[in-house]
């Protein structure tokens, strides 16, 4: 037991760094199970700086109407698994590399501009797929202005493509079809139609209102009337923003960069450090910058577009990759300009505090408990570990023979890396509800970064496959990993992780049952 009494009032400054002990020393009490009281909040006796001051940060209005600029488009392609979304992508992203007066090999950033026209784009968001529709929608952050929905010709409506229809509709953002797969044999456009009408999309080839495209992402076949029909469905909605306004936008994918040795020479190996993907959505971007986002600040140290140029500013509806972060800021994260550092990292600042009240008021048992049992888990597994250890060297020594851990067998245990918060977020959310009692899927651990010494000693420890998602493996660790025998499995599509995962349980499930 012990009591800490923190002072207030004049102690504090704007310092973040002040800021950031003060959270550290609470979220030890708060992690050591002790009681606490937090008192107001930590500027309530900073006379200097009120509390209205810097808890509230206030927007500037929008002009009028009529001072609104046109944008481009802002697309997520949206449908069942396998049915061509990667495909299409990469189909899209290799027409803006050829219409490109640059060059360059696109880089993932989250989200990537095709050129339609010479004074045409449309902007395509390009982090997982519904799953990251879904989450931004869940933090209110809406970027999408148009769902395009791929639908395999030889598939028809699946149960996606009907959850993504939901999703569109519920974002109330149009939807443009794109039936994919007509190269193939068993391609039955006008069943996929009918099916699709069903669902209530009524294709204008039927006499409805929506627009179809029947495409080939494969073949690369009508790629270019999609483009022309979303830019279409554009013009009928008008969108426009405030060009000149400060700066507002949406962190689309944020990441920690150690640093890049890319081989090409329209990479200069600048990048290091935070990097966010903003979208502008008001504004022009600029260097110097100051920007807000959730509980993080920069100053607009470089801006990079997704061919790993840098550029001099980024205008409405542009996504661009923005170094010069402190801390990272979350996919969803809405990023405002504001006037000054020091106003920045007030407000950041108050909101990383009111968030540790608040956490600490809510859940203090919770985090407790859920320590304690992760303690306990590991004790037990060492325990385990030890005693089996013992029986191994008996037997080893008897017979000789394998001795197989059939425990072992009835779970599976993974840690899962992901190159960002976005899909580490998509994909936990949907590990998280993996629960075949029959072999139950036990995740060790989950974050950001590339694989490291501290994960291979962890999933040894668990027996547990390491899942690399978009990240990094080193050859130093994977020679250790080799060496230690600690599986390593690196996946660049969500669906095809979470697949090699359910085929690993269905694998383990007795065949009895
Ligand atoms: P996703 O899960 O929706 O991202 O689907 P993918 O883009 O990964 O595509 C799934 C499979 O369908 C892959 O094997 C692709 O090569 C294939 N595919 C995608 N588009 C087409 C197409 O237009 N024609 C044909 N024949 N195959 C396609």
């Known amino acids: 037991d012990c009591l800490i009494h923190i002072k207030n009032g004049d102690q504090y400054s704007s310092d973040s760094q002040e800021i950031d002990d003060f959270n550290v020393i609470v979220e030890v009490i708060h992690l050591c199970g002790g009681k606490h009281r937090l008192i107001p909040s930590p500027f309530a006796n900073d006379k200097k700086k009120p509390v209205a001051n810097i808890a509230k940060f206030v927007r500037t209005p929008m002009p009028p109407k009529e001072k609104l600029k046109l944008r481009p488009p802002v697309v997520t392609i949206m449908g069942h698994v396998d049915h061509g979304k990667t495909s299409l992508l990469d189909a899209l992203r290799n027409s803006n590399i050829v219409s490109s007066e640059f060059g360059g090999i696109t880089q993932h950033i989250g989200a990537f501009i095709v050129p339609v026209s ?157 990097l966010a993907t903003i979208l502008v959505q008001r504004g022009e971007l600029k260097k110097g910058t100051i920007l807000l986002a959730g509980q993080s600040v920069a100053r607009v140290r470089a801006l990079y577009n997704e061919r790993g140029i840098q550029i001099e500013r980024a205008t409405l509806s542009m996504p661009v990759q923005v170094s010069g972060w402190k801390t990272l800021p979350a996919a969803g994260d809405e990023v405002f300009e504001v006037e000054s550092e020091n106003l920045a990292n007030r407000i950041a600042a108050q909101r990383r505090a009111e968030e540790v009240a608040q956490k600490m008021e809510v859940d203090a048992v919770a985090v407790t408990q859920k320590h304690e049992d992760h303690l306990q888990k590991y004790r037990a597994e060492l325990k385990r570990r030890r005693e089996l250890g013992i029986v191994f060297r008996k037997r080893d020594k008897g017979s000789g023979q394998h001795i197989e851990d059939k425990e072992e067998k009835l779970k599976y245990s993974i840690l899962i890396k992901t190159d960002v918060f976005g899909s580490l977020e998509a994909l936990t959310n949907i590990v998280n509800m993996y629960n075949d009692t029959r072999c139950p899927l036990d995740v060790v651990d989950a974050s950001v970064g590339a694989v490291n010494d501290d994960d291979l000693e962890a999933a040894k420890l668990f027996n547990a496959t390491i899942y690399a998602f978009n990240t990094n493996v080193s050859q130093s660790v994977a020679l250790e990993a080799g060496r230690q025998q600690v599986p390593i499995r690196t996946f660049n599509v969500i669906y095809h992780m979470l697949n090699d995962i359910k085929g690993e349980l269905t694998k383990r499930i007795p065949s009895t049952e």
């Open 118 to 274: 010479k004074s045409s784009t449309v902007t395509f968001i390009d982090t997982p797929g519904h799953l990251a529709f879904a989450e931004m929608r869940a933090r209110g952050a809406q970027v999408t202005d148009i769902v395009v929905l791929v639908v395999a010709a030889d598939d028809g409506v699946m149960p996606q493509t009907v959850e993504s229809i939901a999703h569109a509709n519920r974002a109330k953002v149009p939807i443009v079809v794109a039936i994919n797969k007509i190269d193939k044999a068993d391609a039955n456009v006008k069943h996929t139609e009918t099916m699709l009408a069903e669902q209530g999309l009524q294709l204008e080839s039927i006499g409805g209102d929506v627009v179809g495209v029947p495409i080939s992402a494969l073949k690369n076949i009508n790629i270019d009337k999609l483009l022309e029909s979303i830019l279409a469905v554009a013009e009928l909605q008008q969108l426009r923003g405030d060009s000149s306004g400060p700066v507002e936008g949406t962190v689309i994918e944020s990441k920690h960069e150690e640093t890049v040795s890319g081989t090409d020479e329209f990479d200069t190996n600048q990048k290091k450090g935070n």
